[in-house]
């Protein structure tokens, strides 16, 4: 069964500042790895996904994600930090053998001062 | 442009009082996911349709069911909210099994208030 460890329930930065959210997870061999973005009172977005290939990935907002198979992660990054920011991240894993259910970490927010 | 909807947005019952809240698609996915989640945690599954066929998770109450009428829709019921069925839940559509690693799309969520 795979699992997702996020190990910060909050980081707080000023903004402008560079962030950067761990995320790690476990699974038999290389899974799908997903980062979803949930603003106040509303659902999930996709911020960013992993299948194969290139290990730094780019999503939207100007965040990016680097896999490293070595150390089971997949941690989110972004150089400058907005204030609209602000939010709940989520990584998510769907294990690459014929499953279609995604196993969630339990979440960081992210704290923008301005 | 393609997208989950949800309604209501808000909804307010009364404690035994049965809700229904329901879920579109027009990204005809195969599959549809209902999330429960309370304030600061993690999107709790509570059962997903794959096409028609129904999976609920083992540990998700009797007081809620779903039905699937069609591709497109699909609805939670519960059928005597308690205080603690008070959550934001979330609808969620996916591909499917080997298509693309299947990636999830949510709706906005129906936040249920139980009175």
């Known amino acids: 069964a795979q699992s997702v460890t996020q190990p910060d329930i909050h980081i707080t930065v000023s903004e402008g500042a560079s962030l950067e959210l761990r995320c790690n997870y476990s699974y038999g061999a290389t899974p799908y790895l997903f980062w979803y973005v949930q603003s106040p009172g509303q659902g999930l977005q996709l911020l960013l996904k992993y299948f194969s290939g290139d290990t730094l990935v780019q999503g939207i907002k100007g965040f990016e994600a680097e896999f490293k198979r070595s150390q089971s992660s997949f941690n989110l990054r972004k150089p400058s930090v907005h204030w609209s920011d602000a939010a709940e991240y989520f990584c998510a894993v769907v294990g690459s053998g014929g499953s279609y259910i995604p196993t969630f970490g339990r979440g960081t927010s992210l704290i923008v001062h301005p | 442009d393609a997208m989950v909807i949800q309604n209501p947005r808000y909804q307010v019952t009364q404690f035994g009082k049965p809700v229904t809240l329901s879920c579109s698609q027009t990204?005809?996915?195969?599959?549809m996911y209902w999330y429960q989640q309370k304030s600061s945690q993690a999107p709790k599954l509570l059962f997903h349709y794959y096409d028609k066929d129904f999976n609920n998770e083992a540990d998700t109450p009797d007081n809620f069911q779903s039905r699937r009428p069609n591709t497109s829709f699909c609805f939670l019921d519960i059928r005597s909210p308690g205080l603690g069925d008070a959550a934001m839940y979330l609808c969620?559509?996916?591909?499917?099994?080997?298509?693309?690693?299947?990636?999830?799309?949510f709706g906005p969520g129906t936040r249920l208030t139980v009175l």
């Open positions: 990204l005809n996915h195969n599959v």
């Open positions: 969620a559509t996916s591909p499917g099994r080997g298509r693309g690693g299947n990636e999830q799309f």
